[in-house]
């Protein structure tokens, strides 16, 4: 068994903790997010696809043309290489975890 502490996952400064698998020895990699207010990436994609899990608040999210606000208890796919990007679409503290079924994340920028 190894335990990590969530917090060591985050660069200083940054309200993601990006946990990728290979360093742990872990078949699965992850982000902790917590957006402030109008936070999130821009436009990506994945070639594997990428499982949200709001867990507080509200997401915008933009898939190909098509745009969702959704929030607290959904959980969201999003299809191998899809273009994507979201943000917190509320005014209080986003708290969700991003899924990626491979041990190293790899991301595609447009």
Known sequence: M????????????????????????????FFVVEFS???GPR???????????ILDGEIEVKVEDKIQRLG??????????????????????LLMINIHPVSQMITEWA
Not at 2 to 21: H, R, W
Not at 72 to 93: C, M, Q, Y
Request: proline letters at 6%; charged letters at 25%.
């Open 43 to 53: 436009k990506h994609r994945h070639p594997y696809e990428e499982t949200f899990i």
């Open 72 to 93: 607290s208890g959904k959980i969201v796919i999003i299809p191998a290489d899809t273009w994507h990007e979201f943000k917190n679409g509320s005014d209080r503290l």
């Open 37 to 39: 207010p109008g936070q």
């Open 2 to 29: 190894k335990t990590i502490d969530i917090s060591s996952l985050k660069s200083p400064g940054t309200e993601v903790a990006n946990f990728q698998g290979f360093e742990h020895g872990a078949n699965i990699s």
